[in-house]
């Protein structure tokens, strides 16, 4: 099977539905949307031009990541976004928002422009769903690893402008409610079609009582970057906890949280309020050495991106790792798992995808036993085999590699 292949069936696959699990079905495709999903598989109906066998692998809905930055050296904040389409089915992404950090704001509204671009005219790969604009309406007293000197707070005169030049492609904003006129924008980007998401954030428990009550409905790498939770003060992360409102996003490298705490968070919140997202830098799946990641050097080493000081710059990781995550370490069964990464954030997006059902779009991924991604289909066409693609496609030419970077197959 190569890439960019259309097919019409697939057979012989363990199906997860909303139902729950079959074992040997079938999956029909016309249009790139689902058709049926068929208990048992019935040889005369079936053309082999453009059936898939799966040969006993479990077919999920695409995940769909909300928070990407990038992978295999390319930048999704720019013209790098091709790449980015390009190469995500390789993890089992099918959709996500194309995320950006922050820079000076007239190179942000460049960079914006080139993005819109690419998604006008996109490659086959990922579906880009939009833009998630992280920064540059952050607190400067919890930058992460961002730039805080381009840090302002959310105006909406300044949000439009940005909005404009990506052609009115964002669809999510991280921001600070607690710094200037921000709160009073939150009706506006609702209106607007733009989901609210507190991010960066040293707002009191207060202060995103007050944000929810205007319709804050989502919260930006949940414990990563923003005020913590104290019995007295519960900072954002008790109200992230506390608001059913909020939906949290989580990141399941296991690196940026210990996974007793991704535990906590599950339970409490409940699956259907939590979106699994990577946070994946650009140096996501990169061999380690050190790297630029736009004004940052970066440094990659046993799976983790950080700067000099330590500082954790995204993750290595992409979604398929925090599938895997949810499963080994938090122990939530795959029909759970997927919840968190696909369902939600597809509904969230207002996307007919994340479940495996007549009338559903066909981003379908093929897992093997260890659940690694084996086949990834977008739309009825195959994005990604196992075997068609090398995993790191491309090394950016400002790379510098570092004399210690290990081969692919001992990276595992
Ligand atoms: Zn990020």
Redesign the pocket.
Known sequence: MMSAERINTIVNAGIVTPEGLIEHGAVTIVDGRITSILPEYHPDTIDDQLTLDAQGLTAVPGFIDL?A?GLHGHNAMGTGLAGVIRALPTYGVTSFTA?T?TLPYDETLRRLTEMAVVIENPPEGANCAGIHL?GPFLSPARPGMASAAWFESLSWQRFSALQNASGGRIRLVSFAPELGGAMECIPQLIASGVIPSIGHSDATFDQVAAAVKLGLSHAT?TFNAMRPLHHREPGVVGAVLYFDEITAQLIADGIHIHPAVMAVLLRTKGLRHVALVS?AAPLAGMPDGIYKWDDSQVFVQGGACRLADGTIA?SHALLDTGVRNLVRSVGLSLEEALIPASRVPADLLGLRKGRLSPGYDADIVLLDADLHPAVTIVGGKVAFSRGDTERVESVPTSTVRSPTRRTQEERG
């Open positions: 928070h930055h995320t950090l992280e790498h946070d995204g």
